[in-house]
Every structure is written in C-alpha cells, then in structure tokens.
C-alpha cells in the first residue's frame, strides 16, 4: 500500500499520471494508430495514408514515446529531489502503454488518488477535454472497479511563467549563433497544431467568448517575444502559424500554414525565419516531419534561411515547472490557499475545467476532472 506522508509535497496523491498522445514504434504499428486517431474522425483516406509516409520516413517509429519516457523520469528525479516519496507513472492515449492500462496497474498497488499532468500546455478539445474524456473512460473501463480511483489534474499550463521561461531560453540559445545583422531582419514564426476554426472557437469556458487557443498562443508568443528583447536587445516582427492541419479540405482550420508564410515572406524579401514550435512541449512526429523536413523544403526551395527552435522537452526549467504545478495542485487538494503562478494578467484557466469548455463537437462524452 503506498503511504504518501502527510508532509510529502505532493500528498494527497498517490501517485503522478503523466498523460500523452502516444505514437507508433514499428512500421506495422503505423496504421493501426493512425485508424486509432482517427476512428469517428473526419479524416480522409488519402490524408491517412500521407500521414504513414511521415511516420515510415522515420523507420515507422515516433519519437514521441522515448520523450515521454525521458520526461517521466526526470519528472520523477525531481520529485525526489524535493523529498517527495510519490511514483510518476506513464499512459497513453493512443499507444501502449495504454492509460487504462497505468491505472489498472497503479490500483492493483493501492494508488488510488492520482494526480495528471498532460503533455499539451493549452486549452482546446484536443488538447485538455479529450484528454478529461481518455480519463473518465480510463475509469470506466476499469469497470465498477474504477469508482474509487480518485483522479485530479493540472491546470492548462502554457501562461505558467515557467512555460514561457522555458521557451524563452530555448529561443535565445537558438538564435545565439545567428549573425546579429540577419537576426535583427529575421522574422520570427510562432508554430502550432492547427484545429478546426469550430474547435477554436468554442475553446475555453463555455460562457465566454472562445478562440482561448488562439489568444493563449498569442500571449505566450508576445511575452516570449518580449523576453527575448530583454535578453538579446532584439526586437523580432513575430505571429503565429500554424502546420499539421488534417481533416475534410472543406472543414475550415485555423490558417495561415507555415509553409505558405514562409513563401509570402521570401517573397517579400525576408532572408531568415526563426521557428518556435510553442504548441508542442517536445520534438514529435509534428516537429520532425512537419517543420525539420517540410517546412524546411519550403525554406531551401524559396532561399530561405530557417532556424528551428527545440520545443521544452526534458529541460530542467520545464521538469521543475511541471513539478510545481504538481505541487500548486496538491496544496489545493488539501484546502490550501493558492496562488496560481502566472505570466501575465489575462485569463487563467482553473485545474477543475468549467462546465461546457472546450466542448467534443461531435458527441458529449464523460470527461473527469472537471465541474461537468
Ligand atoms: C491540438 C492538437 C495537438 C496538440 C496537443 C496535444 O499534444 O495533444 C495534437 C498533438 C498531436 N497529434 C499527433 C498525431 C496526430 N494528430 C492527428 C489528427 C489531429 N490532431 C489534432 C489536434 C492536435 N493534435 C486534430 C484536431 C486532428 C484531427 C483529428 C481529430 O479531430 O482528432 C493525426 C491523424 C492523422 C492526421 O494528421 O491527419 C495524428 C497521427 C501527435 C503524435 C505525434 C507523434 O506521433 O510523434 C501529437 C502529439
Ligand atoms: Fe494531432
């Protein structure tokens, strides 16, 4: 039975549950994930079959499950290094090890009260209710078995301070070898994952005004293109684009695509582009394929030069943020006061989701972690 004492950092819990996308790690598990993503979706034949071929670029083999197993355990090294005595465990949404499979294991030890952290710092269907969804389904598929697991998790975390620190820095030391000349004329692109317009426009509380993907995207952009500044005394013309779109070519997903920005402003005379994949915490299929090969065609065949900036991954300051929005979750699990950390003064998504937010367009589901 683990006995987390009552003076550890992290009690109440049990346990930690980091929780992720998951990936391919062979060939002939390609396919099969990607009909697992897509079951239910409005994602076209032909879109699956192109998305294989990124994956088979790379042997058939995602890098995002050897991130999550690096991430995992630094987590858990600097969860001890705070004295703390709780075990980080891992799952997925999509690949072994299944999530349902973690919390089966983890309650056959006598974790019941656990506390998740997702690898998507903002909030939209995709990246924070879905993963409420795998949860309660988590749960329930431990059949009656799954009514005494006692799950809570991290507030969306991209305005944490720390967040934007992280990727402030990983921005600094990649421009750190670019001439000051061609930086100060660089324009810098903030990435993300598009979604369907409809996905963004219903993100965040129900009974406010959408788009919080977008405006999340944009604060930590601007701030980060501020810290910069600070740092490095260049100020860069900076916006947000986006890559990975999938879906129905009729659907409207959030534009502009990378690769057609990056043409425009070679057209326009732009030497360098700085990009800065802030929608993702590692470097994954997204990263790889869709920035470090496509947009990277695009940039060579247009004479462009581009520079890529490493996503958070396993760096000390993104290890010891996700630690202490660890920490802020479970004193508010004990009734403490908290004061949540934040990077600017807009709005700040609570650990317990709103009723409504970031709604499943397609079917209301039960979702975990959350007022509804
Ligand atoms: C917002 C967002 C994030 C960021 C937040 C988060 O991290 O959760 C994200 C992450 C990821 N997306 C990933 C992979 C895929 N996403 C797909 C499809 C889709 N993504 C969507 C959105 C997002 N996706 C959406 C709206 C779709 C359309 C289908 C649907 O409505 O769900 C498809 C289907 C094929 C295709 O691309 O068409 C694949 C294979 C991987 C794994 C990478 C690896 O293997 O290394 C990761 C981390
Ligand atoms: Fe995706």
Redesign the pocket.
């Given at each position: 039975m683990p006995t987390t004492s009552h003076d550890d950092a992290l009690a109440p819990y049990d346990a930690v549950l980091l929780l992720?996308?998951?990936?391919?790690e062979a060939p002939d598990e390609v396919m099969p994930?990607?009909r697992r993503?897509?079951a239910g979706?409005?994602?076209p034949e032909d879109?699956?079959q192109e998305?294989a071929t990124h994956?088979h670029h790379f042997g058939g083999r995602?890098?995002?499950n050897d991130q999550n197993r690096e991430l995992r355990a630094a987590l858990e090294a600097e969860v001890a290094r705070r004295g703390s005595t709780v075990p980080v465990l891992w799952g997925n949404r999509?690949s072994d090890p299944y999530v349902t499979d973690t919390l089966r294991a983890a309650r056959a030890e006598g974790m019941l009260r656990i506390c998740v952290v997702?690898?998507?710092a903002?909030s939209?269907?995709?990246?924070c209710r879905?993963?409420r969804e795998d949860l309660a389904a988590a749960t329930e598929g431990l059949g009656g078995a799954g009514v005494d697991l006692e799950i809570d998790k991290v507030r969306p975390y991209a305005l944490h301070p720390g967040f934007v620190a992280v990727n402030t820095e990983r921005l600094v030391e990649a421009v750190a070898d670019v001439p000051a000349a061609d930086l100060a004329a660089a324009r810098l692109l903030f990435v993300?994952?598009?979604?369907?317009e409809a996905?963004d426009d219903t993100s965040g509380p129900g009974d406010g005004d959408g788009n919080l993907?977008v405006e999340q995207h944009l604060r930590v952009g601007h701030l980060i293109a501020q810290g910069l500044a600070a740092r490095t005394g260049t100020t860069l013309e900076h916006e947000l684009v986006f890559c990975?779109r999938?879906?129905s070519p009729r659907t409207p997903w959030l534009e502009p695509d990378v690769n057609d920005r990056i043409e425009e402003l070679a057209a326009e005379g732009v030497s360098t582009v700085v990009v800065a994949p802030i929608?993702?915490?590692?470097d994954?299929?997204?990263v790889?394929n869709d920035l470090d090969r496509e947009a990277q065609e695009t940039a060579d065949r247009v004479g462009v030069r581009m520079v890529r900036v490493p996503t958070a991954g396993t760096h000390p300051v993104f290890v010891e943020t996700l630690v202490d929005l660890l920490q802020e979750r479970a004193a508010e699990a004990r009734d403490e006061v908290v004061v949540p950390a934040r990077a600017d003064q807009g709005d700040l998504r609570p650990s317990v989701c709103d009723p409504g937010c970031c709604p499943n367009l397609r079917a209301a589901k039960p979702a975990l972690c959350g007022r509804d």
């Open positions: 992720s996308f998951g990936g391919p994930f990607l993503v897509t979706r409005d994602v879109r699956l998305v994956y995602s890098p995002i999509n997702v690898t998507s903002y939209s269907y995709s990246g879905q993963y993300t994952h598009s979604v369907p996905m993907y990975s999938s879906g929608g993702f915490v590692s994954h299929m997204e790889v």
